[in-house]
């Protein structure tokens, strides 16, 4: 096998996107040195240097803790260009101009390393006019690579090739992007903006266009075209603000200027509202005013007859919030039947955005399917234009889009091209493949191998993929759970339960699970198709119990639960957790108890029951001891473990939560040995096989030990740190109360130092302590305001 290695990357351009891609390459372990032009003052790195500590603040987070940004390697091309030759990778992400891009090429093509891929950022620039000044022999490892904005978080990597693009260089790409960066790929043909952006911002523009044709206003637009419609849930007009007006100037500026042959080329005109507030300097998020300006607590909307901004707020009619409620086909019908303005306008939108994917189809992208994955994955729609097209029934639909057009409706006079209605029958996706209207046939997804870690990999409405819920042998399932297996070898436990909380019924499957793993498979993981592991225990379904019987009344469920979590970690065959999304409480504690934690770069893990007035009862602060045991003694056999507690008695008492895998470790939830996992479709792949390797290396179950606590000493320092917390106002006294409660289990209650206990121990103080709090006024008045409001009550 001819492995593609990268070791490093070279980043060049430290603005927006240079930095924000760093960054990332940080998270996901990619050694990176980011370049940037030399500083005229001061060091020679400045400018790189303040970017880098930019990173350390901007929101949302491209870091996965701020520290990270001392692993970004800074260079200028003044000093540093020779470094380039230690790079495979180098990424251009200079600013969007030709001149400047191609200036930059020349100056380092002579620093790079013979066998290095290089590829530009660029929006929307041609990547074959950009490769034209690059040495023939670097042409054929040159290519597109365009991240979206942010790009830690957004999921699409367009990739681009020229006609010269060497065979196979895609693919290694396609490959490290997908596993190592945790991206999703579509290929793109080197056409202006690309496809998300071309179907995109086209698609804001007609938004604009028809917003003014109904008269609708910049907020009713934005509520009607967010998350009512499946997209983005800033919806139009504020996701203009976000990205920032000036940029999307530049993506429009890009149509204009490159697609004069374009049928729809007049929609590609400037605004002239966007025009008036460019001229203003109003350029949305970052300069404190665009559409949409907030003023206080206000946010005012851009009323472009009287030039000011006026009070926004305004919504979709209750009448269109109920047709976009209903099944594809009765809403489109309703939207194109209607008389109502805001669904006339809903019903334009749609059908300029099925007339556009259509025209432009064969031009910009090899099958619908791109399409489609562009748009979810580039601009966070639920459904691309064809899904829902072809959901909503491809033929009427087509039939209402020509009737449009012929009678002058549409933003083009273009016809729908003839493979609308003669090729396809039915719609563009089908199990066999995606219309590709270049190639006049249906096109199979990608088959490189790097797809085959996906064992559910996303597919598009009409595909007809099986849902991982329906998929493989079932062996168990109740209303909450599930359990089944793809191979006969690997046990999957999946948690269906809303939130995937955490109820009698959820630990019924993990229990039947774990007996099911130990008689016939080499060990079992824990894993849901959607992104949340689990919010924690369900406490609505205990209120029954409370109600009768209070704080005691629970004691026997506690156990029940803590019982489960010890049969976890004390399994015959090894259980991985497979983390996405957030594993707050009881599911943090289910993720701690198992053998081993696979976590998607996106997993959110904290105890967050000091919020309802509580303290982690199903293992959790067990746990917390015990590892401040472990690492005591692995640090120095009289080391004080106090020290080795402190990390996780402030995480269970200020209830801190993880804002991504990387943190969650720091605060103690994931283990160094666990392994981190960029793209969330490998999480099952890869925690099988982590069962896989485990049961293949001999795996047991850890021994059943006893080890020491702090003790009552350490529960005084703990505890005269909390008083003056009290007193000096940062917490309030139920706070204290509940942290010293913390505090009481984490150091093992009133014992000597070094006491020896075992988790059964910490466990009867976890319940304990559970049921007293239960029983207090102030703890109930936080549940009951989280279970009515979803907010936690400070008091
Ligand atoms: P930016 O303006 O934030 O940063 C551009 C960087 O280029 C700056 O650090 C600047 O110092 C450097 N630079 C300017 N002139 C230079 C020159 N002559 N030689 C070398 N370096 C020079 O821009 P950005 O938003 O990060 O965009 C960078 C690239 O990424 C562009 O090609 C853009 O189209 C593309 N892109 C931007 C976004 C976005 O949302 N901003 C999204 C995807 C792709």
């Not at 691309?384 to 639909?397: D, H, I, K, Y």
């Not at 006491?755 to 009867?764: F, G, K, P, Q, R």
Request: aromatic residues 8%.
């Amino acid at each position: 096998m001819n492995r593609f290695n990268v070791r490093k990357v070279a980043v060049l351009g430290a603005g927006v996107m240079g930095a924000q891609i760093a960054a990332h390459l940080v998270n996901v372990k990619v050694p990176v040195i980011l370049f940037d032009l030399p500083a005229k003052d001061g060091p020679k790195n400045g400018i790189v240097t303040k970017a880098v500590e930019g990173l350390k603040k901007l929101k949302p987070a491209p870091l996965g803790v701020p520290e990270d940004a001392a692993l970004i390697e800074q260079a200028n091309y003044e000093e540093h260009l020779a470094r380039l030759g230690e790079c495979d990778l180098v990424i251009e992400a200079i600013a969007e101009r030709m001149d400047w891009k191609l200036d930059l090429y020349t100056k380092i093509a002579p620093a790079l390393a013979a066998h290095a891929i290089v590829a530009s950022n660029t929006s929307g620039l041609s990547i074959t006019k950009l490769a034209a000044v690059l040495p023939e022999s670097i042409r054929p490892r040159f290519c597109g690579i365009h991240f979206f904005n942010p790009p830690r978080y957004m999921a699409l990597v367009e990739l681009i090739a020229t006609p010269d693009t060497g065979p196979g260089i895609l693919d290694e790409l396609e490959a490290f992007v997908t596993t190592a960066l945790g991206k999703s790929v579509v290929r793109a043909q080197d056409t202006p903006n690309f496809i998300a952006n071309r179907v995109g911002i086209a698609g804001m523009l007609a938004t604009m266009k028809e917003a003014e044709t109904y008269g609708l206003s910049y907020d009713v637009v934005d509520d009607l075209t967010g998350k009512k419609l499946g997209r983005a849930s800033s919806g139009t007009f504020r996701t203009a603000d976000v990205v920032g007006l000036d940029t999307m100037a530049h993506v429009i500026k890009t149509l204009q200027d490159n697609l004069h042959e374009d049928p729809f080329f007049a929609s590609y005109a400037t605004p002239p509202v966007l025009q008036k507030l460019l001229d203003a300097g109003a350029l949305g998020q970052k300069t404190g005013a665009g559409f949409y300006k907030k003023v206080g607590k206000d946010i005012l909307r851009f009323d472009p007859a009287s030039g000011e901004y006026v009070p926004g707020g305004g919504k979709a009619d209750e009448i269109v919030a109920r047709i976009l409620k209903k099944p594809p086909a009765e809403r489109l019908k309703l939207l194109h039947d209607s008389k109502n303005p805001q669904a006339q306008f809903l019903w334009a939108i749609l059908r300029d955005s099925f007339h556009y994917a259509a025209v432009h189809l064969a031009d910009i992208a090899d099958s619908a399917r791109d399409i489609d994955f562009a748009m979810r994955w580039g601009f966070g729609t639920s459904q691309g234009p064809f899904e829902l097209w072809q959901q909503a029934g491809w033929a009427q639909v087509a039939q209402w889009v020509k009737e449009d057009i012929d009678a002058g409706r549409a933003l083009s006079s273009a016809p729908l091209p003839p493979w609308v209605f003669e090729g396809p029958s039915g719609g563009v996706h089908r199990p066999e493949g995606s219309w590709s209207a270049a190639h006049a046939r249906f096109v199979a997804p990608s088959t490189l191998p790097v797809y085959r870690r996906q064992l559910f990999r996303e597919s598009v409405y009409g595909a007809d993929a099986t849902p991982p819920l329906k998929a493989g042998t079932e062996v168990f399932k109740n209303d909450e759970a599930r359990v089944w297996s793809l191979d006969g070898a690997v046990l999957i436990a999946s948690i269906t339960a809303k939130l995937h909380l955490i109820s009698p019924g959820v630990v019924e499957g993990l229990l039947k699970a774990v007996e099911l793993a130990e008689q016939s498979y080499q060990g079992l993981v824990i894993w849901s198709p959607d992104d949340v592991f689990s919010a924690g225990a369900n406490l609505e379904a205990l209120m029954p119990v409370f109600m009768k019987s209070g704080g005691k009344g629970i004691l026997p469920e506690v156990k029940k639960l803590q019982d489960a979590m010890l049969r976890i970690r004390y399994a015959q065959v090894p259980v991985v957790a497979a983390l996405r999304g957030i594993a707050l409480g009881g599911g943090c504690e289910l993720a701690l108890y198992s053998s081993k934690r696979v976590a998607a770069m996106e997993s959110y893990m904290g105890f967050v029951e000091v919020g309802v007035g509580l303290l982690p009862a199903g293992g959790g602060l067990a746990y917390v001891a015990r590892r401040a045991a472990e690492m005591a003694g692995a640090a120095n056999a009289n080391a004080d473990i106090l020290k080795f507690l402190t990390d996780g008695f402030t995480s269970a008492a200020m209830a801190k939560v993880g804002t991504s895998a990387i943190e969650s470790r720091k605060l103690g939830y994931l283990l160094w040995s666990d392994v981190i996992v960029p793209h969330k479709d490998e999480l099952l792949h890869v925690a099988t096989q982590q069962v896989k390797a485990m049961a293949e290396s001999g795996w047991r179950a850890p021994a059943r030990t006893r080890f020491a606590v702090a003790g009552r000493n350490a529960i005084a320092t703990i505890k005269a740190q909390l008083v003056n917390m009290r007193d000096g106002g940062f917490i309030s006294a139920h706070d204290f109360a509940i942290s010293a409660l913390i505090a009481d289990v984490v150091c093992g209650g009133d014992v000597d130092a070094g006491s020896l206990v075992n988790e059964e121990y910490l466990m009867a103080l976890e319940r304990k302590h559970f049921c007293a709090l239960l029983d207090d006024p102030k703890t109930q008045e936080r549940i009951m305001g989280m279970l009515q409001t979803g907010k936690p009550v400070r008091n």
